[in-house]
């Protein structure tokens, strides 16, 4: 792996670890997990987290575990299993034999609230689940006592047996922690810490009918891997006093957790709920449609691993939530391209150009550079020949004030080739539509320059028509118009954006990217950095936009642009 996954920075969780390590907290130990539940596919905010857990364990010499929460089966699947483990391998970390399951277990989790019934601290409860939040309370009204909370301990431990044994039905029953009905902390109002539900788990089969709520199995799991540092996200901070509470009770070794803010994104979603509908309810082709912010959407856009680790290391980690702007992801990504990408001639939306006094005949290989930022990249060969291809929007008839590219009368250069002119157009005759510019070419500007020392004030890439490979390129731009994802509700369908996915099938490509691998990367001059699909066929390439070549947050922050 490359160093800028590792780069040593400093944060409050990285000073908490080092105070930590200097005054002999867990004999100098440093033990992170990443912990998943697999319901759904990881997304960019998961990222933040991987780096961090797997970042701090490298630079301690300590050691991190993939752990998956799995307590849900009604929403999790093996799917998700196999896409989070290659998720987490593609972005450059690796857990060797430390691969473990909140099911592995499950076991040792019935026992421990077996410990807490007969320490008078749990109780069967047969209220309903409306009926558990209608006695909870409110924010500022205390909850109410649940009718079944003084039940004996005998009684707790045969009903809790039964609940195993798959005596009673899904809801039915429950058992709960006996905390405290009035404390501010809504967390602590005697919380629900197992549930009946007769659903098949994805490991387990259908071995256990009852399963642990996830602040309940979660907590005790890092108790029982030894994880030192228990590092969560803010919205995680309000359950510490019931994680302290079950560890404590248990007299089990106790993790320290330290909650830092999760990334919110402009002009995206990181509920896992809401992406999953996005899915359901058809506005985006998969879980790795390149418009989510999905790691599996983001890697079928382009994104590179090393993108994603450099972005997590410049938002840094913090104590207070706020949105970044999605131009620093964008910008990570041109910044990553610009050094690594080969150029490569593309036409979008082609317009053909005659070169009336080219020979009919000849074509020509032409020398074209695979990446001015690496010497080492070298050169291709280029076909030119009598018939081009160029952008439309490369040319006017009659063009405003300011516009140099190609028009009537006026040389522009071609990208490796030579000097034109233009010096007529073909309409169609029905719409008037122009569908030929007719030109000349210079024969003393062979590879762009001129003997004479003249100057032009437009390059324009090009692809021989002859020679060139049809393609069907897909433009994506923000999946929302809404910039602060805290606006966006549940109708996610008033927010989206119209225009996020244009796609062209006419485009016009050089003859080396005929059967470019899925995956492959590189920048179209001129236009923007692009990705083969794995839609791509012999012979019919797709490409997806990865980002434009216009970097916003580099001219926001002085940076460079990307060339």
């Known amino acids: 792996m490359s160093g800028d996954a590792f780069r040593h920075t400093s944060d409050f969780i990285r000073h908490i670890i080092r105070e930590d390590i200097k005054a002999g907290r867990n004999s100098g130990r440093v033990h992170t997990r990443f912990p998943p539940e697999p319901n759904g596919y990881l997304h960019i905010g998961h990222a933040k987290s991987i780096c961090l857990n797997f970042g701090v364990a490298r630079e301690f010499n300590g050691l991190c575990n993939l752990r998956f929460d799995d307590t849900n089966p009604s929403r999790e699947e093996a799917e998700y299993v196999e896409s989070i483990k290659s998720?987490?391998?593609?972005?450059?970390?690796?857990?060797?034999?430390?691969?473990?399951?909140?099911?592995?277990?499950?076991?040792?989790?019935?026992?421990?609230?077996?410990?807490?019934?007969?320490?008078?601290?749990?109780?069967?409860?047969?209220?309903?689940?409306?009926?558990?939040?209608?006695?909870?309370?409110?924010?500022?009204?205390?909850?109410?006592?649940s009718p079944y909370r003084n039940r004996t301990v005998?009684?707790?431990?045969?009903?809790?047996?039964?609940?195993?044994?798959?005596?009673?039905?899904?809801?039915?029953?429950?058992?709960?922690?006996?905390?405290?009905?009035?404390?501010?902390?809504?967390?602590?109002?005697?919380?629900?810490?197992?549930?009946?539900?007769?659903?098949?788990?994805?490991?387990?089969?259908?071995?256990?009918?009852?399963?642990?709520?996830?602040?309940?199995?979660?907590?005790?799991?890092?108790?029982?891997?030894?994880?030192?540092?228990?590092?969560?996200?803010?919205?995680?901070?309000?359950?510490?006093?019931?994680?302290?509470?079950?560890?404590?009770?248990?007299?089990?070794?106790?993790?320290?957790?330290?909650?830092?803010?999760?990334l919110n994104l402009s002009h995206t979603v990181m509920s896992k709920r809401k992406l999953l509908k996005l899915v359901e309810e058809g506005h985006v082709r998969g879980w790795d449609d390149p418009r989510m912010p999905t790691i599996s959407g983001l890697r079928r856009r382009g994104f590179t691993p090393a993108s994603i680790r450099n972005f997590c290391e410049r938002i840094g980690v913090a104590r207070r939530d706020s949105v970044v702007d999605i131009a620093l992801l964008e910008h990570c990504i041109r910044e990553d391209l610009n050094r690594t990408a080969p150029r490569v001639m593309a036409v979008l939306r082609p317009l053909k150009v005659v070169i009336v006094n080219y020979p009919e005949d000849q074509v020509e290989e032409l020398d074209a550079v695979n990446n001015p930022e690496d010497p080492g990249a070298g050169t291709r060969k280029v076909p030119f020949s009598r018939v081009l291809y160029i952008e439309r929007d490369d040319f006017m008839e009659e063009p405003p004030a300011k516009f140099y590219r190609l028009s009537p009368g006026r040389e522009v250069r071609l990208r490796y080739a030579y000097f034109i002119t233009c010096t007529g157009v073909v309409k169609d005759e029905r719409t008037g539509d122009i569908t030929e510019v007719h030109c000349t070419y210079d024969p003393r500007t062979r590879g762009g320059d001129s003997p004479d020392g003249r100057k032009v004030r437009a390059t324009l890439h090009w692809v021989s028509a002859l020679h060139a490979v049809t393609a069907e390129v897909r433009l994506y731009s923000h999946l929302f118009a809404t910039a602060d994802p805290g606006e966006i509700g549940d109708d996610l369908s008033a927010h989206l954006n119209p225009d996020s996915l244009e796609t062209l099938r006419s485009c016009r490509v050089e003859p080396s990217l005929s059967d470019a691998p899925p995956g492959s990367r590189y920048q179209f001059e001129r236009v923007g950095y692009f990705c083969a699909d794995p839609d791509s066929a012999p012979g019919r390439p797709v490409f997806n936009r990865t980002v434009t070549l216009r970097d916003t947050w580099a001219k926001i922050k002085g940076g460079i642009a990307a060339r």
């Open 87 to 145: 998720d987490v391998r593609w972005l450059g970390f690796e857990w060797g034999d430390r691969l473990f399951f909140a099911s592995d277990y499950f076991e040792q989790l019935y026992r421990y609230a077996v410990e807490l019934i007969r320490a008078g601290l749990a109780y069967v409860c047969d209220l309903s689940a409306e009926e558990i939040r209608r006695y909870r309370g409110t924010l500022t009204s205390p909850g109410r006592e």
């Open 154 to 262: 005998e009684e707790n431990l045969d009903l809790f047996e039964r609940m195993r044994a798959g005596e009673f039905g899904d809801g039915s029953r429950t058992l709960r922690a006996k905390i405290d009905m009035s404390a501010g902390n809504i967390n602590m109002r005697d919380p629900v810490i197992y549930r009946i539900q007769h659903t098949a788990h994805h490991r387990t089969g259908d071995k256990w009918c009852i399963y642990p709520m996830y602040d309940f199995a979660h907590c005790i799991s890092d108790s029982i891997e030894g994880i030192t540092h228990s590092l969560c996200t803010l919205e995680f901070e309000d359950h510490r006093p019931l994680y302290d509470w079950f560890l404590d009770k248990l007299g089990i070794f106790h993790p320290q957790q330290i909650e830092f803010a999760r």
